[in-house]
């Protein structure tokens, strides 16, 4: 083309001082198409300028596509103002260029520069191309027609605004071509791929397969294709099924919680999913509620249980009707599969049963030995059997009871005692069993509680033994009254003085409580005293009690006790006094026996020696009063002695609530008669706390460990020796073997041995 056919673009004429340019002054834009194809470089629009005649002009262009990346896109010539195009244009790259085109003379601005629009005209060089090559989406099973699956897309890189860049949409192809060619349609404009037929099933076609075309220049122009792929998800269109419809199966009775039947079910819906797990109802024969259904852990069985106890005599078969559906509801209407479960109660022996299983009667505790207290009886349950049922006592542990095993009448045995430690809250309770005869017996429990009426049948007694008080103001003795009978038989109590006892002491009850008051009269004398008592019930039933009271030279309260060594000792005779005095008595006999003995050998004994192995006794020494001898000084203490050297006889298991001090005399005073000093020894060892438990309370003396020798508190003395039979202290050990020997052979010269024991002489006894 002619620089002279080339549209001309003059620069605005501008006027006045301000340099104004005229309003309907407007630049067109220029249009050239994209992908032209040149030759290059191509004239485009020639530039000019008013001042071009009247002085040289020299063209200039700027902007970006010419002085500006991409540099050299537009050139323009110097001297003609010609504007070329060096290249092909894409408008998808640029769609528009703005340029500004300058006319200089000699450095100069001839004129204002002028703004160049070029616009690049599309052309349909670009096919639409989808956005992924494949599409996913999803739709149950159970939708509408019409209702929406998911959209596809494709873009076109060409002007939206032309045909170029419209695309349209449709389906070329459907995999599978059933139960439908034609299950799913296309919306052309938006690509939305929406459900056309009904149909769908997933057990059948789980899966479908779209080939979608779009095509640009609105469904006539360039095109691509992609594959839309959906999946059918399962709705609960399909109802679980039994895979057995009626069962026979059998359950014992009179248990609970037994496994009685599985139920399996299938279901064509998906496996795991809420659309095919299954759940169970018993929808007939379970008006008493004996069984219960579960859903199994794979959820495709029915576990059926006893939840009541079943029984054969009331209901022998039971029939079920079961019913299986799923987790969700159903999404369309079907049939619910029901199967019908026979279950068959297995007999077994069942015990007797008590009716009520704890049975009260209420007797008084003296009722006479052979009163019937109650008839038990206990009903077999299997009527069915031909049974009889007997009794028996399971923990009469007081074997006050006796049942009849046929009757079970049951009466009394022995006397009953409602104070007896197997009674609780005046309740005695037996355990009653009731068995049948059957080949493996069974047995029910009942439960007897017999209420024992109190009856006044225990005597009232001081509860303290000993008590212990001052001499000088001192504080009364509280002493607890116990009656192991109940109210209205034991308290308010009275207690009397006996004897002479009021004469120093004064004791008081309380009428609201169970204790008495004790306290001297005057100021008594230290030492130990014997208070006897005689305690009324409410009943006027009477006990004696003897208490012991340690009087202490103090004042008050007791903190210490101090008894003098010649206290008086008051008392009065009592069984344990009378037989630590027979004991005393004997052991005085055997010591005059020994005496005696020893005269008849000391002279045919002279040089006889026992043998060393032979274990001996302690030298003692005695004194005769007469013939001339002189008095000796005895060392009485050697009848102490064996206590000293044996702590170990003391007894200290259990102390006295109040403990005093015994004090044991260890030599008598001058001129003291002997029998004084053993007399008040023997009333120190009676009421000291710790005297050991043996045949004497005192030891008088220890010949060592191991003595094969019985106790000597055995022997019998007699009045005469010819009554005494010496030859039975041979069964006392080696130790008087020898000693029954030498006695018997020298009886007859006991009165006529002129053989003295020498003052000071040393014998062996």
Known sequence: MGSQQLPAIEFPHVSGSLRRMK?????????????????YPTAMVKIKSSQDNKVAITYKLTGPG????PEGVFIVDRRSGVLYVTQPLDREKTARYSLWAHAVNEGTNAELPMELIINIIDQNDNAPKFTQNLFYGKVSESADIADSVMRVTAVDNDDPETSNGIIRYWIQSQIPQLPKKDMFEINPVTGMISVMEGGLDREIYSEYKLIIEAADMEGEGLTDTCTAVITITDSNDNAPQFTIKSISTAAPENEVGVEVVRLKATDEDKLGSPNANTRYSIIKGNAGEHFNITTGSNKMEGILTTVKELDFESIPVFTLLVAVTNEVPFSVPVSTSTATVTVTVVDKNEPPVFSPAEIHEMISEDVAVGSSVVDLRAKDPDTARKQSVRYKLQNDTARWLSIDKDTGSVKVKSSMDRESHYVKDSKYTVLVLAYDNDTVPATGTGTLVVNLLDVNDHRPLIKQRKAILCNSDPFPVQLDIVDLDGPGHAGPF???????????????TNSTSNVATLAPKRELSPGAYYVLMRIYDVGMLYQDSTLDVEVCQCQGAVSYCFVSRYAPHLHIPSLATSVLGAIFGVLLLLLILLLLLRRRRRKSEKDFLFPEDEPRSNIFYYDEEGGGEEDREYDLSQLHRGLDNRPEVFCTDVFPTVQTCTRYRLEPQANEDISNFIEDNLNAADSDPTAPPYDSLLVFDYEGVGSDASSLSSINSSDSDDEQDFQSLAHWGPRFSRLADLYTRRI????DDDGETLPGKTEWV
């Open 23 to 39: 309003r309907e002054w407007v630049i067109p834009p220029i249009n050239f198409p994209e992908n032209d194809r040149g030759p």
């Open 748 to 751: 007859e010269d006991d009165d």
């Open 494 to 508: 009275t207690v009397e003085l006996q004897g002479e006892h009021h004469i120093n002491w004064t004791i008081t």
């Open 66 to 69: 010419a002085d500006q990346p």
